[in-house]
């Protein structure tokens, strides 16, 4: 019987790659994002089927756990991967964009999970897989408020899998680098602040600096394949890199001022 992974975030970049790379390999994938009706040809896959699903929505979560159940008769994997990138001097920002970025980010996977850890927890199985990013173990500048997000997803996870494991419900975290995806243009909010000036020689030469590297890197089929692993390798390993290996382990390894003013001179050269 084939097994069911549902997607949040599945519109495009990471989501919509992961949720076509499980339809292929057999699985029913559950794509659900805020409007399913403007998905691609993608999409049409007989394997996919398009549920909405906001992660602000708990009616909506709720909703689409039980169409899913519904058809299915079980979810064997849910993958937490919507999100947006909130980028820019913090004194620039909003309290509505904070609260968006910790409410998508944040809030919203905690949605998820609460909702699916019940089904899990009664057939005595399943996997959260949660996408968080290097960047909740290291920091760049201008991305301190989508920092904050990751390193509360790390932090939340870690600790949740301790109660999920006599349940037998493993929990995975994935830590992206650099990927090529929509991130760097349609899901980046960069802040400003009308008046507000002072930074704007730093962010015009810091960002461009850091898309660099979202230009050269792997498309998102590479964390496709590594969240495949994941949900699949039926192991306790709790973090997965995909980019972003060499990154972490110089930030264990070296001293935080050392690895600061690297990537101050790597940023700001």
């Keep these: 019987m084939p097994k069911t992974v549902l997607i949040t975030g599945s519109s495009s970049g990471i989501g919509k790659a992961t949720a076509s790379y499980f339809a292929e390999q057999g699985w029913n994938v559950v794509a659900t994002m805020r409007t399913p009706e403007n998905a691609g040809e993608w999409a049409k896959h007989s394997n996919i089927t398009l549920i909405r699903l906001d992660v602000l ?6 909703e689409a756990i039980r169409d899913s159940l519904r058809k299915f008769g079980k ?4 993958m937490n991967n919507a999100g947006y990138g909130l980028v820019g001097p913090f004194e620039a920002s909003t309290n ?36 968080a990013s290097m960047g909740g173990r290291l920091t760049f500048p201008l ?11 790390e932090g939340f996870s870690e600790s ?7 349940f037998k419900i ?32 730093y962010v015009n030469k810091a960002l461009p600096n850091m898309n660099k590297f979202g230009e050269t890197a792997p498309g998102p089929e590479k964390v496709a394949q590594v969240i495949y692993q994941a949900a699949t390798d039926g192991s306790g390993k709790l973090r997965y890199q995909v980019n972003s290996a060499p990154l972490l382990a110089l930030r264990r390894l070296l001293p935080l001022s050392w690895f600061q003013g690297l990537m101050r001179k790597i940023i700001l050269k």
């Excluded at 929505?57 to 709720?62: E, F, K, N, P, T």
């Excluded at 979810?75 to 849910?78: F, L, N, S, Y």
């Excluded at 949740?160 to 006599?166: D, H, W």
């Design 57 to 62: 929505d708990l009616a909506s979560i709720q």
């Design 96 to 131: 509505e964009q904070i609260k968006r970025q910790f409410d998508t980010n944040v809030f919203g996977l905690m949605n998820v999970c609460r909702e699916i850890i019940p089904h899990f927890r009664e057939q005595r199985g399943g996997t959260i897989i949660n996408v």
């Design 75 to 78: 979810i064997d994997a849910v």
């Design 143 to 153: 991305y301190s408020l989508y920092h904050g997000t990751k390193w509360a997803v």
């Design 160 to 166: 949740l899998q301790f109660e999920l494991q006599p």
């Design 170 to 201: 493993r929990l995975k975290i994935i830590e992206p680098g650099a990927i090529k995806t929509d991130f760097y243009d349609r899901s980046m909010e960069v802040m400003s602040k009308p008046g507000l000036t002072v930074y704007d020689a």
